[in-house]
């Protein structure tokens, strides 16, 4: 009983994530869902690659909290717009709450949307919202475990953002093995290690990521 | 309807967290629910833990993961019992499986068991378990918004360890605003500033444990 209420809710949650991916891709906009553990640095990556981007594409975000408006604030004093959507408890963002912020911004006049999901390592990488990719944070604090206690997300994942290199000195975090079980996981999986803090490694993420978009934008002509 | 499938799960969840309580009331066996977002140091929290209260209490260990046993096979390298849950997926552990571990334990000869729970900063705290008392990890690295996001948590701990100090001059978090925020959230709260690496404030958090266990054997009598 309680599976199928599960798989119910699941397939439901696809049907309107694919009539979202197909308005956006009428519009030719690129959709980036951003995903991590509380405070591995999810706005500061976006605070980075808004800045970097602003001039090239026309960006939007959509802030995903259980409740609050920090994130957007911050977001909001770049300059860009954001809608806010609050899950009220709820410990991810679903297609149908995307669906609404959606129909918040004005899709005709943006290239990009990004999507700062809740802060959660499990239940994000469960639910498409429409998007072209998942990218997914690991900071270095959070130790090198991570990929075999939560495959999920670096299976689903795009590019991992190994987020917070400054620290490496002061916590017990082996990169290369953070990077060989995630790879094992995900052999597809793109890596970038950054320091949202100094900015290093940032370059070769937007570098990366500009790719993706043109790739998208000659596909959507 | 889906609003009543989840009362539903939850009103089911409350009544089998009622009867592990009863049980391990009868058996005088004290439980503590540890939750904290990915990597923030429960495993680490409790490796000093046990260590500590070794000589003086029988403890016990229900290690609580999406899948793997790392933990389980750090906290087995302590001597103590050791009941690995894998939740095949679910992000917090529930009382059903709860009671399924307590199965797996001779409750005659345990005073204390701590549980491990499922690295999630939010459905954990939804969910009881049958324990005396929660306590939650806030790292520093995690940042000091964390209360303001996710505040359910902190609402629902008696104790809030803020693990990771010796990061404190490498990491942008404000301790007084971190503890500011708890506490207007959940004033009861008891705060212990630690660091598992160091060692430092492990003595206090330890000395406050022992008098919440020697209170409660004494109401068991």
């Not at 809710?9 to 009428?26: F, K, P, S, T, Y």
């Not at 978009?213 to 002509?221: G, H, I, P, T, Y």
């Amino acid at each position: 009983m309680k599976i199928t209420v599960v798989r119910n809710v699941l397939e439901a949650n696809d049907r309107i994530a694919q009539e979202n991916r197909q308005l956006l891709n009428e519009k030719g906009v690129y959709v980036l869902n951003l995903m991590s553990s509380p405070g591995a640095g999810k706005t500061s990556l976006l605070e980075k690659t808004v800045s970097a981007l602003a001039d090239r594409f026309r960006l939007a975000v959509i802030e995903g909290d259980i409740q609050d408006t920090l994130d957007a604030d911050r977001i909001a004093a770049l300059g860009v717009p954001v809608v806010q959507i609050n899950t009220q408890g709820a410990c991810h963002l679903d297609a149908n709450m995307t669906k609404e912020a959606l129909g918040a911004l004005d899709l005709e006049l943006i290239d990009i949307i990004f999507i700062e999901n809740v802060g959660n390592l499990v239940c994000p990488a469960e639910f498409v919202v429409g998007e072209n990719i998942k990218v997914m944070i690991l900071s270095t604090p959070e130790g090198a475990d991570k990929p075999s206690k939560y495959p999920l997300m670096f299976k689903e994942s795009a590019a991992l953002i190994i987020n917070k290199v400054d620290l490496l000195p002061y916590v017990d975090f082996d990169l290369e093995m953070a990077k060989k079980r995630a790879l094992a996981l995900n052999p597809e999986l793109r890596i970038f290690e950054v320091s949202c803090k100094t900015g290093s490694g940032i370059d070769d993420w937007i570098r990366w990521l500009t790719l993706q978009v043109e790739l998208f934008q000659r596909d959507a002509r």
